[in-house]
């Protein structure tokens, strides 16, 4: 590389950079900046962690003199800047002077990034993998306890915290405190690590020092609650300790309350395999006794990728006692943004359709079968996407929680998602629409199209599936008048 400008590196300088916060990317990049325009070529810099000391540091010339006024501008892709602000959070203390490396080397080769087969390109591929999947980890192993904290002095909204305890391997906390935020935006909680803590009272995020174990409560219910759930959705005929450890390595589970229950669960799998009938059944005594303990629970839920998502859970609403339980397949866009369900384009066809039908929406208790929106972006717009039969699956366990507490005497499952979450099943909705199915428990199903399928069609086709939807909801209106004995 040339010397560019005036002002050349002192010739044998030195130059110590220490970091004043382990992820503090822009500092760096304003450091890296500098020293790039003063053609201080990477062996002549040593990075230092934050709070490290030594003689390195002591001997290094620290002073670089500004860049010269017509030093060239630096070039850095977005990629590369991209890459660099996550491999930054990585843990490995050469992080800094490799991307430094990189972005010299970009000055000369902008095409540098692209050779795979370069160990400094594999070194920051394999550390950006290293923090993405630290990052998911904690989005998915977080497990927060309620905390008693003082009502009397802080005003009845305090009295619930929330703290949770998580060991990162990388430098991430920072880094995902905006999930975290929007995820439990209603929720105060502050997740405690050795990195640093992070307190979010509802209203603003601050930042507090490394904490221990010690200083994070242990044991709630729920704990028990996470306990029980994951004793349902535990399914032996399935296991796979490879695929299980993968997933969930060893080293998350010593702050992860459910996982005390896997070595008898893994022992008894053979056993059970035998009796289970579904993974979704658990004994009526440990299901929550409260539908605002499941609307607390399914906010914490990410048992599937769609709880990784960055939407928040929507719980049904409606009269506990209600004899009519609706059952759509999941939020959409405008549910995860109000917090509550068919608010949207689907749920004003389907007040529509009701109001015509005779069904008070008021007197209906109307939820989804999957909690969350899960949906791709597409530019700045979340586009809807279905959930998989093992997402509806997973997703089981709250519905029959909210069904055995509403204990509803009839459920309308709009489409084949509701229909699966409430039968555990492929159900076709033009063989099993508009007659009743025996649920068990003397309740009956009823499955109807979903208004979003009606929304998607026009002309004929949409007039002789309105005509089929209204004769449905007008069964289960019939049916309803039958069972009160009107
Ligand atoms: N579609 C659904 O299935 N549920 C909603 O809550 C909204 C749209």
Same mark, same amino acid.
């Given at each position: 590389m040339t010397t560019r400008g005036k002002l050349k590196p002192r010739l044998g300088a030195f130059y110590a950079v220490q970091l =004043?916060? +382990?992820?503090d990317f822009a500092f760096w990049r304003e450091r890296a900046r500098g020293l790039v325009q003063c053609d201080?070529?990477?062996?002549?810099i040593a990075w230092i962690e934050p709070g490290a000391t030594g003689s390195l540091f002591a001997s290094g010339d620290t002073r670089l003199s500004p860049p010269p006024s017509d030093a060239r501008a630096v070039r850095a892709s977005k990629a590369f800047v991209q890459a660099a602000q996550t491999a930054m959070?990585?843990?490995?203390?050469d992080r800094f002077g490799l991307l430094y490396r990189l972005l010299w080397r970009l000055q000369g080769n =902008?095409? +540098?990034?692209?050779?795979?087969?370069?160990a400094d390109v594999r070194r920051l591929d394999e550390f950006i993998r290293q923090v993405r999947r630290d990052m998911h980890k904690m989005r998915a192993f977080v497990r927060f306890r309620l905390v008693p904290t003082d009502a009397d002095a802080l005003g009845p909204e305090a009295a619930e915290h929330y703290v949770a305890w998580f060991e990162p391997e990388h430098h991430i906390l920072r880094a995902n405190a905006g999930f975290f935020v929007r995820r439990f935006a209603n929720m105060r909680w502050s997740i405690l690590t050795p990195q640093g803590s992070l307190h979010w009272d509802g209203d603003a995020l601050c930042e507090g020092p490394p904490a221990q174990k010690a200083d994070a409560p242990a044991g709630d219910a729920m704990e028990e609650l996470w306990r029980r759930y994951y004793a349902s959705i535990f399914n032996p005929a399935r296991l796979k300790i490879g695929a299980m450890l993968k997933e969930m390595?060893?080293?998350?589970?010593?702050?992860?309350?459910?996982?005390?229950l896997i070595a008898d669960l893994v022992a008894g799998a053979q056993g059970r395999e035998a009796t289970?009938?579904?993974?979704?059944?658990?004994?009526?005594?440990?299901?929550?006794?409260?539908l605002s303990a499941i609307d607390k629970a399914i906010h914490m839920c990410?048992?599937?990728?769609?709880?990784?998502?960055e939407t928040r859970a929507v719980m049904g609403e409606g009269?506990?006692?209600?004899d009519l339980m609706i059952v759509g397949e999941q939020p959409g866009d405008q549910e995860d943004l109000a917090g509550?369900?068919?608010?949207g384009p689907a749920g004003h066809l389907l007040d529509e359709h009701l109001e015509q039908a005779g069904i008070d929406r008021a007197a209906t208790y109307v939820t989804n079968g999957v909690k969350h929106f899960k949906f791709v972006m597409r530019g700045k717009r979340r586009l809807h996407q279905s959930p998989t039969a093992k997402e509806i699956d997973t997703c089981r366990w709250w519905i029959e929680d909210e069904r055995a507490l509403v204990k509803p005497k009839l459920v309308l499952a709009l489409g084949a998602s509701a229909a699966r979450s409430m039968l555990g099943r492929t159900v076709s909705i033009s063989r099993e629409r508009g007659r009743a199915h025996g649920l068990g428990d003397g309740s009956e199903l009823w499955i109807t199209a979903h208004p979003s399928y009606l929304l998607r069609l026009d002309g004929a086709g949409r007039e002789e599936q309105e005509r089929l939807f209204d004769a449905d909801l007008a069964a289960v209106a019939g049916r309803l008048a039958e069972l009160a004995g009107r």
């Amino acid at each position: 590389m040339t010397t560019r400008g005036k002002l050349k590196p002192r010739l044998g300088a030195f130059y110590a950079v220490q970091l =004043p916060e +382990a992820d503090d990317f822009a500092f760096w990049r304003e450091r890296a900046r500098g020293l790039v325009q003063c053609d201080v070529p990477p062996d002549r810099i040593a990075w230092i962690e934050p709070g490290a000391t030594g003689s390195l540091f002591a001997s290094g010339d620290t002073r670089l003199s500004p860049p010269p006024s017509d030093a060239r501008a630096v070039r850095a892709s977005k990629a590369f800047v991209q890459a660099a602000q996550t491999a930054m959070c990585h843990s490995d203390p050469d992080r800094f002077g490799l991307l430094y490396r990189l972005l010299w080397r970009l000055q000369g080769n =902008p095409r +540098a990034l692209e050779d795979r087969a370069d160990a400094d390109v594999r070194r920051l591929d394999e550390f950006i993998r290293q923090v993405r999947r630290d990052m998911h980890k904690m989005r998915a192993f977080v497990r927060f306890r309620l905390v008693p904290t003082d009502a009397d002095a802080l005003g009845p909204e305090a009295a619930e915290h929330y703290v949770a305890w998580f060991e990162p391997e990388h430098h991430i906390l920072r880094a995902n405190a905006g999930f975290f935020v929007r995820r439990f935006a209603n929720m105060r909680w502050s997740i405690l690590t050795p990195q640093g803590s992070l307190h979010w009272d509802g209203d603003a995020l601050c930042e507090g020092p490394p904490a221990q174990k010690a200083d994070a409560p242990a044991g709630d219910a729920m704990e028990e609650l996470w306990r029980r759930y994951y004793a349902s959705i535990f399914n032996p005929a399935r296991l796979k300790i490879g695929a299980m450890l993968k997933e969930m390595p060893r080293k998350y589970w010593k702050n992860m309350p459910e996982t005390a229950l896997i070595a008898d669960l893994v022992a008894g799998a053979q056993g059970r395999e035998a009796t289970m009938i579904d993974a979704g059944a658990i004994a009526p005594e440990d299901r929550p006794d409260s539908l605002s303990a499941i609307d607390k629970a399914i906010h914490m839920c990410r048992r599937c990728p769609i709880g990784e998502l960055e939407t928040r859970a929507v719980m049904g609403e409606g009269p506990q006692d209600a004899d009519l339980m609706i059952v759509g397949e999941q939020p959409g866009d405008q549910e995860d943004l109000a917090g509550r369900p068919f608010v949207g384009p689907a749920g004003h066809l389907l007040d529509e359709h009701l109001e015509q039908a005779g069904i008070d929406r008021a007197a209906t208790y109307v939820t989804n079968g999957v909690k969350h929106f899960k949906f791709v972006m597409r530019g700045k717009r979340r586009l809807h996407q279905s959930p998989t039969a093992k997402e509806i699956d997973t997703c089981r366990w709250w519905i029959e929680d909210e069904r055995a507490l509403v204990k509803p005497k009839l459920v309308l499952a709009l489409g084949a998602s509701a229909a699966r979450s409430m039968l555990g099943r492929t159900v076709s909705i033009s063989r099993e629409r508009g007659r009743a199915h025996g649920l068990g428990d003397g309740s009956e199903l009823w499955i109807t199209a979903h208004p979003s399928y009606l929304l998607r069609l026009d002309g004929a086709g949409r007039e002789e599936q309105e005509r089929l939807f209204d004769a449905d909801l007008a069964a289960v209106a019939g049916r309803l008048a039958e069972l009160a004995g009107r």
